[in-house]
């Protein structure tokens, strides 16, 4: 049984950081990609950071570049989101997902439709 199960989340003031954390089981990691995306009330489902788990290359938002980072621990089947300078912008809740290991590219790992496989959802909330 798949299962994505994210933590890491919560309440921090505009400037401040937290780390998302996504413990995979149920996968052979090494053929599936993940990403992390969020959606907040009203909006559709977006990219936040993807990352190619062989080849590590990794993609980002364009609102989230330069202030988040997408990383993973082959050894223990977890992928991190570290998010920096966060943002009230950046309230939203936040998917894990993984996605079978198809293309390296920006467009497959941007689109929700590519992961087949999708956490809970964990709250970030960033007061101003």
């Known amino acids: 049984q798949v299962q994505l199960v994210e933590s890491g989340g919560g309440l921090v003031q505009a400037g401040g950081s937290l780390r998302l954390s996504c413990v995979v089981s149920?996968?052979?990691?090494?053929?599936?990609?993940m990403g992390w995306f969020r959606q907040a009330p009203g909006k559709e489902r977006e990219l936040v950071a993807s990352i190619h788990w062989t080849w590590g290359s990794t993609y980002y938002g364009d609102s989230v570049k330069g202030r988040f980072t997408i990383s993973r621990d082959n050894a223990k089947n977890t992928v991190y989101l570290q998010m920096n300078s966060l943002e009230p912008e950046d309230t939203a809740v936040y998917y894990c997902?993984?996605?079978?290991?198809?293309?390296?590219?920006?467009?497959?790992?941007?689109?929700?439709?590519?992961?087949?496989?999708w956490g809970q959802g964990t709250q970030v909330t960033v007061s101003s």
């Open positions: 997902a993984a996605a079978r290991n198809v293309y390296n590219s920006y467009t497959y790992l941007s689109n929700p439709a590519s992961f087949g496989n």
């Open positions: 149920g996968l052979t990691s090494r053929n599936y990609d």
